[in-house]
């Protein structure tokens, strides 16, 4: 094997190696640990929910063994002695228990709950064996809601031992649910927003339905910055989401300069710099089969002194990445050994059924719009296959010649069957990539243009097993301005377009054709975000004007666009036409426009982190500012009771049936759902890859456990990465990162091309 392909396939599966193993634990019964703990708990046991040291919601950082103990929880405490090593866990609730061990060999921890040093805990004790179910930390009245505990190991021996070590381990997290104790009371009594949480859990479509007791409302809140202007953004483990920039005078500093990239934590905000070679401006995004993000594409070199390199042809490789204050985690990048065949900017990739991903249009350099001189109308893979007589070299492609000049970041979505949904300019086709045949589709009505600069923005609907998979497709926002005309013709007062159109991707639905409804407002650039229960929600964007900057006029700065929209709207696309959109009379309004280089995506969590806007061609204090500031659009479930997991496996296969078990049972008569998504990698309103599923669940005899059947081949769901939520009632919990189809990607390998076939070398 070539010494290339020799090194990519050790990439893969370096990076692709899956830990498949399905933890499980025994869980002893509350009343046992209530009787076990030491002091005894002054809390009812009815509601606690715990977590031994084997859950797989708790996140480990550094290095950590098992220690085999009968009176531990699960037969077994998590132990370390490595400095800085640190256990955290994400929970609802008023209070948190810590339990564990001490003995003379113990030091210190650091307790941080929401981000903030609560306690240096003393966790030694004089004795020769160690005391076993400690209660070593303990707070209450945190107030009912969201928050994050995280325990470091200090690493200094306590002052109670002459020894060196210093050791500190995990038996249980025991959380203290939402009540509050009345004097000379040993009963709990429910707080008022826990009764009415109860009271709209008993009711199904939380988010739209009108009438009953009172709900919670949507929220809108502020808080972290980015560090780096989030042109493109994608969550890549619990804890953190990816930022990538073009190169500019960021705020952030890496290695003496202003950082392009960085890893934002979603439990604290901390922003950590990563160090780029590339140049990423305005590049694409999908996850390998084995979890790695591969960034592709981007621009020439444009700014001197950063030190960076023109990354049209580029690819970077993000491997999974779980530790969770992400010390460890980089991008890899080697442009002289790998990197595309061609010139990309603004190509959109895509995650196919095979495991690898396919790169989509774009253009050799940059301009306000596309043109004939700088359009690259092909395809390629990356994995490279050698299909359709290429050699790996790029595959020529019809409708991208077509569908000049308004085609850079193609819509493109896989579909049930394998082949691909594609929408660019005011035109959309099927393309089937195994047989490099198109199958065009009815234009767009009324001269909408939906990709930049006239940027819309499109979704695949969610895919549910009750009709057997049918894709249908939705486009929303835009312009009809023309393509042709010259960009000192246009204005940032131009109108947008408020048309939103969907199609079932059938024969009976292509004969229909799109169907047509209206946002309440035009937008252009918007983003849209499904949420697990099947609702979008649409944000971002302005009413006027197109994407991109210093081209129309009457710029706004040096903004193309105008007139943002700052009040998110709901889509069910569920409802009757013409009920679909629906704008609570109390949706919370930003301040904070959000035009041009603008980015939305679900969270682990289940809000939504908005970020980015940046209409300048670099960092710019005038208006429209570059914005760093990141805002939380948090849905009315976010405060109801939520279920959580216990038990969920890691890792599924196609077809597979697989048990998830609950903290509290479900109750008679209860809808359970179940839901697997992708969040997508986002950039310029393009949501590549945004994917939701339904799949097949029931209640088992034991009312915690779900059973659920994983979808029933790779065209449903890619091979890779995904996140699961359970519904009950309508209320989703958090999602959990599962692998469905974990194995190393061999339809990619044996697609890998052989020795000498790419001969395309990288831009300099």
């Not at 109670?160 to 203290?176: E, F, G, H, P, W």
């Not at 949706?587 to 041009?596: A, E, F, V």
Request: hydrophobic share 35%; aromatic share 8%; charged share 20%.
């Amino acid at each position: 094997m070539a010494p290339f392909h020799s090194f990519l396939l050790s990439l893969l599966l370096a990076a692709g190696s899956v830990n498949a193993h399905k933890n499980s634990w025994t869980r002893r019964s509350v009343s046992e640990l209530a009787q076990s703990v030491n002091p005894v708990s002054r809390y009812p046991s009815t509601g606690l929910k715990i977590y031994d040291s084997n859950s797989p919601v708790i996140t480990y950082e550094g290095k950590w063994s098992t220690a085999k103990s009968e009176l531990a929880m699960s037969g077994s405490l998590r132990t370390t002695q490595e400095r800085g090593a640190s256990f955290s866990l994400a929970f609802t609730g008023s209070g948190i228990e810590w339990l564990g061990d001490c003995d003379k060999f113990h030091g210190y921890a650091q307790v941080y709950l929401d981000g903030k040093g609560e306690e240096k805990v003393d966790l030694s004790c004089e004795v020769t064996n160690s005391r076993q179910r400690r209660r070593l930390f303990r707070r209450t009245g945190l107030g009912t809601g969201q928050h994050v505990i995280k325990i470091v190991n200090i690493g200094q021996p306590s002052s109670q031992s002459r020894l060196s070590t210093s050791a500190m381990n995990i038996d249980a997290l025991v959380v203290m649910p939402g009540w509050t104790l009345n004097a000379g009371s040993s009963s709990p009594q429910k707080p008022l927003s826990v009764m009415v949480q109860n009271q709209t859990h008993q009711r199904r479509g939380i988010l739209l339905s009108g009438g009953g007791p009172p709900r919670p409302k949507w929220e809108l809140s502020r808080h972290g910055t980015t560090g780096v202007a989030a042109m493109q953004l994608s969550i890549v483990s619990p804890s953190h989401a990816i930022i990538f920039d073009k190169v500019e005078h960021n705020p952030l500093m890496i290695n003496g300069h202003g950082a392009w990239a960085a890893l934002y934590d979603l439990n604290t905000d901390a922003v950590r710099p990563l160090e780029m070679k590339t140049n990423s401006f305005c590049a694409g995004g999908a996850f390998l089969s084995n979890g790695t993000l591969v960034s592709v594409g981007g621009a020439p070199v444009d700014k001197p002194g950063f030190g960076d390199i023109n990354g049209l042809q580029a690819i970077r490789l993000f491997h999974p990445c779980e530790w969770e204050y992400a010390e460890k985690c980089e991008v890899y990048e080697n442009l002289a050994r790998i990197h595309m065949a061609s010139s990309r900017w603004y190509p959109t990739s895509a995650r196919l059924d095979d495991g690898s991903i396919i790169i989509v249009g774009g253009s050799t350099r940059g301009d306000y719009i596309n043109n004939p001189g700088m359009n690259n109308p092909t395809i390629e893979f990356w994995p490279p296959k050698g299909i359709h007589g290429s050699n790996g070299m790029p595959i020529p492609m019809q409708f991208l010649k077509d569908t000049l000049n308004a085609n850079l970041f193609p819509i493109v979505f896989l579909l049930p069957d394998g082949k691909l949904f594609i929408a660019a300019n005011n035109d959309a086709m099927i393309y089937d990539w195994r047989k490099n045949v198109e199958k065009r589709l009815p234009s767009l009505p009324n001269g909408v243009r939906i990709t930049y600069p006239m940027t819309g923005v499109g979704l695949l609907l969610p895919l549910t097993y009750e009709n057997d998979y049918t894709p249908e497709v939705m486009i929303c926002g835009g312009s009809n301005l023309s393509d042709t005309t010259p960009p000192e013709q246009l204005s940032t007062q131009d109108p947008a377009s408020a048309q939103c159109v969907r199609m079932v991707l059938t024969e009976q639905g292509i004969a229909l054709g799109w169907q047509v409804e209206q946002m309440p407002e035009p937008r252009v650039m918007p983003d849209a975000v499904i949420l697990p229960t099947g609702e979008i929600v649409i944000v971002n964007g302005g009413k006027s004007g197109l994407a991109g900057y210093g081209n129309l006029k009457n710029q706004v700065g040096q903004s193309n666009a105008d007139n943002p929209v700052l009040t998110p709207v709901i889509y069910n696309p569920r409802a009757p036409r013409g009920k679909r959109f629906c704008r609570d009379e109390e949706m919370p309004t930003s301040s904070i426009p959000r035009l041009y280089h603008s980015v939305a995506t679900l969270t682990p969590r289940g809000d939504i982190m908005i970020a980015g806007s940046n209409p300048n061609f670099d960092r710019s204090e005038v208006r429209y500012a570059t914005e760093y500031r990141v805002e939380w659009l948090s849905p009315p479930y976010m405060r109801l009771d939520r279920p959580s997991f216990e038990e969920v496996p890691h890792s599924v296969e196609f077809r597979e049936e697989f048990t998830v078990r609950l903290s509290d049972a479900v109750g008679e008569g209860q809808e359970v759902k179940v839901a697997l998504m992708d969040f997508g990698f986002v950039s310029h309103s393009v949501h590549m890859n945004s994917r939701h599923v339904w799949l097949p669940a029931n209640v088992r005899e034991d009312a915690a456990e779900i059973s659920v059947t994983a979808p029933p081949h790779e065209k449903i769901y890619p091979p890779g990465p995904a996140w699961l939520f359970v519904l009950v009632d309508g209320v989703p919990s958090q999602g959990f990162k599962i692998m469905v189809g974990a194995r190393e990607p061999q339809a990619v390998i044996d697609n890998i091309i052989s020795k000498g076939s790419r001969q395309a070398k990288p831009v300099a």
